[in-house]
Structure formats: C-alpha cells, structure tokens
T-cell receptor, first 114, second 109 residues
Framework: DTEVTQTPKHLVMGMTNKKSLKCEQH?????MYWYKQKAKKPPELMFV???????INESVPSRFSPECPNSSLLNLHLHALQPEDSALYLC?????????????FGPGTRLTVL | GQNIDQPTEMTATEGAIVQINCTYQ??????LFWYQQHAGEAPTFLSY????GLEEKGRFSSFLSRSKGYSYLLLKELQMKDSASYLC??????????FGGGTRLMVKP
C-alpha cells in the first residue's frame, strides 16, 4: 500500500461552520504534513507532525487546528474560516522525519468557503 | 531563507525533448526533488538528486549541480499526457521542502 488517502474530496462550508479534513496512510511513515495550495501556486507548508507530535507550525491562523490521533491518521479541524481560505488542502507523508525521504501526497481536499 | 526559480510556462511539441531549469538559493541543502502535477491533482514524485550529476529514469532525467545551485528536468519523447506543471522542491537542513513556483508545460501535437 503506497497510498495517502484524503476525505472528503470536496468540501463547501460557510464561515460559521466547523468541519474536519482527514488524511490516512498505512505505509508506516512517521512524518505527516499539511499543505495549502491556491490555484496556479505551489503548495505551501502549514504543519508537520513528526512521530505524532507537532514539530512545525508555519504561522498558520488558529482557525486551522491539526490533530494526529495516531501514526496513520492526520486531521485538520476547520472553524470560522474566511473565503480566502478556499484552496486545495494536501496531505503528505514521508518515512522518517529525521532523514531526507520522499514525500508522497494525497489527492487533496478542495475546500470552498462561502 | 529559500529562493527557488523556475520558468513560469513552456511549450513543446509531441515527440520532442524539453529541459526545465530550476535555480535555488537555500539555507542548507539536503536534496532536490522534482514533482509532476496535473491540473486539479496532487503532486506526484518524479526524481530526487542529492549528488552532482544526472539521474535517469525512463523518459525523464534530472541533473544537479550543487556548486551552481542549479538543476534541470529533461523530458524526452514528449507525449500529450506530459502536459502538466513541474515543481522543483528543495529540502533544507531541517528536512523541510520548499517548492518553486512550478513550470506549466504545454505539449502540442
């Protein structure tokens, strides 16, 4: 199994809603990442989890709240988002956060905030 | 800080060869990755270079010169399905990836 899965594929939410994005991998990877990608722009790193602990938060607003319940799962909780948060949210994983390992990306969740 | 530059767009003909360049200035270097991203899809891994020289993988090759802060991705025998964005990404000393802006390649018949 060399796949990173993400649900849902598409999400439309209002500014007062609370929703969660989910990411799962069963490759035994110990580093997991959230990226945000706006149209025609490269992915921008948001958070890194290393051995289930948050190791990097790239100054992301608190309306985005990551969670890593176990080594296979990564969630991104969303609350009180703004229309400019509409983007493709990509999850990625790599084998060992201490080494230079290839990051494998999930298909992404396309989020629209109304 | 990180600075990674790639051409914004390129056009090439089916069956031809195209070279996509990437220059970088980064604080620490642990390797350079190339990803392919089709419109509306996630990036997929193409290649990884950490030592100087050429890495060949089928129709795709990637070259690195660390002293010049330069890499290129070479695509041979272009096919229509190669139309995509190609992202250069550099891993820094903290094992974090920074992506370049991407090069949108259009392959024409």
């Amino acid at each position: 199994d060399t796949e990173v899965t993400q649900t849902p594929k598409h999400l439309v939410m209002g500014m007062t809603n609370k929703k969660s994005l989910k990411c799962e991998q069963h490759m035994g990877h110990r580093a997991m990442y959230w990226y945000k990608q706006k149209a025609k722009k490269p992915p921008e790193l948001m958070f890194v989890y290393s051995y289930e602990k948050l190791s990097i938060n790239e100054s992301v607003p608190s309306r985005f709240s990551p969670e890593c319940p176990n080594s296979s799962l990564l969630n991104l909780h969303l609350h009180a988002l703004q229309p400019e948060d509409s983007a493709l949210y990509l999850c990625a994983s790599s084998q060992d956060p201490r080494n230079t390992d290839t990051q494998y990306f999930g298909p992404g969740t396309r989020l629209t905030v109304l | 800080g990180q600075n990674i530059d790639q051409p914004t767009e390129m056009t090439a003909t089916e069956g031809a060869i195209v070279q996509i360049n990437c220059t970088y200035q980064t604080s620490g270097f642990n390797g350079l990755f190339w990803y392919q991203q089709h419109a509306g899809e996630a990036p997929t891994f193409l290649s990884y270079n950490v030592l100087d020289g050429l890495e060949e993988k089928g129709r795709f090759s990637s070259f690195l010169s660390r002293s010049k802060g330069y890499s290129y991705l070479l695509l041979k025998e272009l096919q229509m399905k190669d139309s995509a964005s190609y992202l250069c990404a550099v891993e820094d000393a903290g094992n974090m990836l920074t992506f370049g802006g991407g090069t949108r390649l259009m392959v024409k018949p």
